[in-house]
């Protein structure tokens, strides 16, 4: 698989390295149930199509970039930036 | 079968070079340019090899990759074990034998396994050998010595291996003639192009027809440049050496590709000789798949008799390498096929008695020469029953079909069967390119052509190369390809024949199998292929997974075509794991890390560990003679009561810096970093969001806007990849944080033990060392030994302790002159072992022991790192979940024996009361915790452990059990357990009050 990284260009697979789903913090983690807190931490949806990840260029750049990747075909649509 | 060699013809084969070779121990001759199959064939062998399951005599089938069975030993010149003989190149002196079989290959006891086939259906071992249980592993023995194919060669043959990464535009798998015809294709557009071909020369089939084939060339297109009538080899020769003159086609030869990856990556594996391989990893925008079909056989009763072939090999053999596989042939299969056979084996000699041909679709009735002979019989309204023979082909037995009188059958004596079922697209590769399956045709950048593609003729083939090349680099869209079923004839399933009639030869699957599974509620290809082991063979189903399935769509009433083959995975062939290395073989697969003082510590005979993250530590350093735990007690003695050194360089360093670094680390770390002063430190714990250890290390404070936090070696690389997680995601709004991994930067020197202080003031240092000056966490610049140093005053072994992290380039200098000025102080150097009683002995936990992902900080006993008085911070709610819950929890306590050696780490914790034997179950019988840490501790002369035990804190002073393996021999692993007592105790053996540690 190749990943075009908006910094490095396009490289292989193997210098990066995937941190699933980009998911954001919970502001308030302390008004949660147990319940929702748990299936922050663990719970993913696992569904085929289109997904938006988070993917580490350890190897080149080591920023952090989000891509939208096609879970069961792995074309990559999108990498972008990480913006604060 | 008596096969035989021909007096002339053979393209592959050079007569002017004869090559003589063994096979069971008997010499024959052969020529260069042979194979082994083919060789033997010429020999007149009949029986190669035992079949997997019930031992039945095989012979060769096939041409190429999907025979089942032709797997061999090879002895000379190299020794490997499960080569495939119809792709194994012959060399002078070659020698091989069978497998699977014994004593010999003529005589097999195995064969008793047939006669007991009843019992051995598909599946048989989910319902025997179960019972009475305690025989389980007399049968696990047994079932093990019976199972595989092959035993492994002596070690010693040096295999050579090297890798070759490539790009190109369009990647084009096969030299057939459709191959031939992209290849063209994409040379004419002006784009790169790799041609792999799996054959010494280029042709595919072609290479098995006769040599004056022609073409029509007025169905071509013009610029393919085909001549009318001309021979397709001229054509095909004229062609590559038009492609073999463009500088942007790179043309490889025996060569096979096995993989298809996401983006254009495909794996090539080229076989450069015996032992010698070069991997290939290309990289490519498009593929033309050209590789051909595989010939599907027929089934009937003894259809694994050896004798029968396919009839694409009949003519493989015959034009490739002048053998004729038999002297008196019957050939079954749609009749314009077979006719040119006949043609071919009646002008070499061999009397083809009969044409069955029972498919719908009438052909052409050619007129067929013979050498004297008679003209074979065209025989339409019989089908094969059954082969007769006991060790090979004698006779064929064909019967009327059902429609028609069904008492009417015939005998037919000859030696040689050649059946054609049909074609089977090799459309693996398709399936390995993620998004599609074999079925539904092609993907964006694969594509088909040619036989894979369904075309049968040779202007189809070209045209369709021609087509399919130029479609994909125009871009356009993907041609319907067509794909023909054949409904499968085959007995019925019930009757006795079903038993001995087989769909997959390589594992023995018969058609009574599969009617079992079924029968038993197995019913789809996968579940098939699962339960009977159907294409699980080292031909990978070629054809019997095609096979399989149109079996089972017919038996459970479904339309021919409708259920289709498993997927195909890569590899496509064997790849030997050598050729995946490379040229990276030994320590270059896996460089170990060194620190400037490893040099010394292998030097001074230190014993070196592996130590994660690809380092290698000390161990321990023996002296000579003396035995491992006497080092080790040594160096404890040492740091415990003199002075100890060791090399920390390993442990992961950052720098944090910038405005928002504090606020940065007070969401990170449970601790609150607020009331940290400059110049002092404290333990950090980096927990996860599920409130378990990540890591553990210590927080220094620099200066207001600049931090220094500390990991353990191993795992360095995956807290750098968290804090860089948590900078650029988690709290991207904190824009002013700058994170440096500053671990190969600092090398660190720990001098640790009640006579450090003295040590490092002998050194001569500019830092004040008393204890008012320089108190315990607290972190001080200067120079040591002449060497600019920043000093840690933490202790990971629980004494007077002193961290010098200084330049790498003067790390090494600074270790020898610790080490020669603490010569008169009694210094030892101190390797993980020591340091890993040590920390046991004051109970500090270690990552990977006590943090095992499961405990939390309070069940270790580091409640007091974290501090809820502040804002949220990574795993804060997890935690405050854990301290609301009521179920008991794992708590870390000390355990104590009161002889003996240590207790084992890893062992299970029970309560006193239980006694092995006993009938107890239930409560008194359950694990209570388990052993994490144990040694034998050198201050207190006794064994001490570290233990994870449910309500630990409230057994204090109990006694309980721990449990010990009691060896049992190689091949049985523990034979059982028995019982040691152990007391309860607090987790801290010395220095309870941290005395010395703060001193």
């Known amino acids: 698989m190749r990943i075009n990284c908006p910094w490095c260009g396009e490289r292989a697979e193997t210098e990066f390295r995937s941190a699933g789903a980009a998911l954001d913090r919970p502001s308030a983690p302390t008004e949660l149930d147990g319940t929702q807190w748990a299936d922050h931490i663990y719970g993913r949806d696992n569904q085929p199509g289109l997904v938006r990840e988070l993917w580490w260029h350890w190897a080149g750049c080591r920023q952090w970039l989000l891509i939208d990747r096609d879970s069961v075909s792995h074309r990559i649509d999108r990498v972008d930036r990480v913006q604060p | ?195 792999v071909d799996d054959g010494d020369t280029p042709g595919g089939r072609l290479l098995d027809e006769p040599v004056a084939a022609g073409l029509i060339g007025h169905q071509l297109p013009g610029e393919i440049g085909a001549r009318e009538g001309e021979p397709a080899r001229d054509w095909l020769s004229r062609t590559v050496a038009e492609i073999d003159a463009c500088p942007q086609a790179t043309r490889l030869s025996r060569s096979m590709a096995f993989g298809l990856y996401e983006h254009g990556e495909a794996l090539v594996l080229e076989r450069q000789g015996l032992l010698q391989e070069r991997l290939w990893c290309l990289q490519v925008d498009r593929v033309v798949l050209a590789s051909g079909a595989c010939e599907l056989p027929l089934l009937f009763e003894n259809n694994d008799r050896p004798g029968v072939m396919l009839a694409g090999a009949v003519s493989h053999y015959l034009e490739r390498y002048g053998v004729a596989c038999g002297r008196r042939a019957v050939l079954v299969g749609p009749g314009a096929a077979m006719s040119g056979l006949a043609d071919s084996l009646s002008a070499a000699g061999v009397s083809v008695l009969d044409i069955v041909d029972n498919t719908t679709v009438p052909g052409p009735r050619q007129a067929v020469l013979q050498q004297g002979g008679s003209q074979p019989e065209w025989i339409r309204d019989l089908r094969v029953a059954r082969v007769l023979g006991r060790a090979k082909l004698e006779a064929v037995e064909l019967r009327g079909t059902d429609s028609d009188a069904a008492g009417r059958s015939r005998t037919i004596e000859c030696d040689l069967l050649a059946v054609h079922g049909g074609w089977s697209p090799a459309l693996q590769l398709l399936a390995h390119a993620p998004g599609t399956t074999a079925a539904d045709g092609a993907t964006d950048w694969v594509r088909p052509a040619g036989m894979a593609a369904g075309h049968l003729t040779a202007e189809q083939c ?223 714990l980096l927990l996860r969001e599920d409130g378990r250890l990540l890591d553990d290390g210590v927080i220094v404070r620099l200066a207001q806007d600049r931090f220094w936090l500390t990991s353990t070696a191993g795992h360095a690389d995956a807290v750098e990849a968290w804090l860089e997680y948590a900078r650029q995601w988690l709290f991207r709004d904190l824009g002013r944080v700058m994170i440096a991994n500053v671990s190969s930067q600092w090398a660190a020197i720990v001098v640790c033990g009640p006579r450090s202080r003295e040590l490092i003031e002998s050194l001569g240092t500019d830092i004040a ?100 008085d502040k804002g949220d911070f990574v795993g804060r709610r997890s935690i405050l979940r854990d301290r609301a819950g009521a179920s008991a929890r794992p708590e870390l306590v000390g355990l104590e024996v009161d002889e003996g050696p240590p207790l084992e780490e890893g062992a299970q914790i029970v309560a006193a009361e239980l006694s092995l034997g006993s009938e107890q179950t239930g409560e008194a019988s359950r694990s209570l915790g388990f052993v994490t840490a144990s040694v034998a501790s050198p201050a207190l002369g006794r064994s001490i452990a570290l233990a994870l035990l449910e309500d630990g804190r409230a057994r204090l002073g109990q006694i309980v059990q721990a449990t010990v393996a009691v060896p049992g021999g190689p091949e049985r692993g523990h034979a059982g357990l028995r019982l040691r007592r152990a007391r309860v105790v607090a987790p801290v053996f010395v220095d309870p009050e941290g005395v010395r540690l703060r001193g």
């Open chain 2, 1 to 195: 079968m008596s096969a035989w060699r021909l007096p002339a013809g053979g393209t592959a084969v050079d007569r002017s070079r004869p090559l003589r070779f063994s096979f069971e121990g008997r010499p024959y001759q052969a020529f260069e340019g042979d194979t082994l199959a083919s060789a033997l064939l010429g020999a007149g062998v009949d029986t190669i090899a035992r079949s997997f399951k019930y031992h039945r005599p095989r012979g060769i089938r096939a041409g190429g990759w999907d025979d089942p069975n032709a797997f061999v030993r090879l002895d000379a010149p190299v020794s490997e074990a499960n080569v495939l003989a119809t792709r194994l190149p012959l060399v002078e002196g070659l020698a091989a034998s069978a497998q699977h079989c014994w004593p010999s290959l003529a005589f097999d006891l195995g064969a008793w396994a047939g006669r007991l086939s009843a019992l051995l259906p598909a599946g048989f071992y989910y319902k025997t050998f179960k019972w009475p249980q305690r025989a389980w592993p007399f049968y696990e023995h047994l079932i093990r010595r019976a199972a595989g194919l092959g035993r492994l060669p002596d070690p010693g043959a040096q295999f050579q291996s090297s890798r070759q990464h490539h790009r190109a535009e369009v990647l084009v798998i096969g030299a057939g003639l459709a191959g031939a015809a992209a290849a063209l294709a994409v040379v004419r557009s002006r784009r790169s192009l790799v041609w």
């Open chain 2, 462 to 684: 070209l045209r369709s190369g021609w087509q399919v090349a130029r479609g994909l680099i125009n871009g356009s869209a993907a041609l319907h390809t067509c794909a023909s079923f054949r409904p499968v004839q085959s007995p019925a399933i019930e009757s006795a024949a079903a038993r001995r009639t087989f769909v997959d030869l390589a594992s023995d699957v018969t058609v009574f199998d599969i009617g079992l599974a079924v029968r038993e509620g197995y019913e789809s290809p996968d579940l098939l292929k699962r339960y009977t082991a159907l294409g699980m063979g080292p031909d990978q189903g070629r054809s019997a997974g095609p096979l399989g399935a149109s079996l089972l769509a017919h038996l459970r009433g479904l339309p021919p075509g409708s259920l289709a083959a498993t997927r195909a995975r890569p590899p496509l062939v064997p790849v030997a794991f050598a050729a995946i290395a490379g040229n990276q073989p030994g320590p270059l697969i896996r460089p170990w890390r060194e620190t400037p003082i490893t040099a010394w510590h292998k030097q001074a005979g230190a014993v070196m560990y592996e130590s994660g993250a690809n380092w290698r530590r000390p161990g321990y350093y023996p002296r000579p003679g003396e035995s491992m735990q006497e080092a080790i007690a040594r160096e404890c003695r040492a740091v415990r009561g003199a002075v100890g050194v060791y090399d920390s360089t390993p442990l992961g360093k950052f720098e944090i810096s910038g405005s928002d670094a504090e606020a940065f680390l007070e969401r990170l770390l449970p601790s609150r970093i607020s009331a940290l002063a400059s110049g002092r430190g404290r333990y950090a």
């Open chain 2, 769 to 868: 060392l008393a204890r008012e000056d320089f108190p315990f966490m607290a972190v001080r610049a200067g120079r040591v030994a002449g060497v600019s140093a920043r000093v840690f005053r933490g202790s990971l072994t629980g004494g007077l302790s002193y961290e010098l992290n200084v330049r790498p380039r003067d790390a090494q200098a600074l270790w020898l002159r610790v080490i020669e000025a603490g010569r008169a102080l009694g210094i030892e150097p101190v390797g993980s072992e020591a340091n890993h009683v040590l920390r046991v002995e004051k109970g500090f936990i270690s990552i990977g022991h006590e943090a095992d992902g499961i405990a939390n900080p309070d069940d270790l006993g580091l409640g007091w790192a974290i501090h809820l």
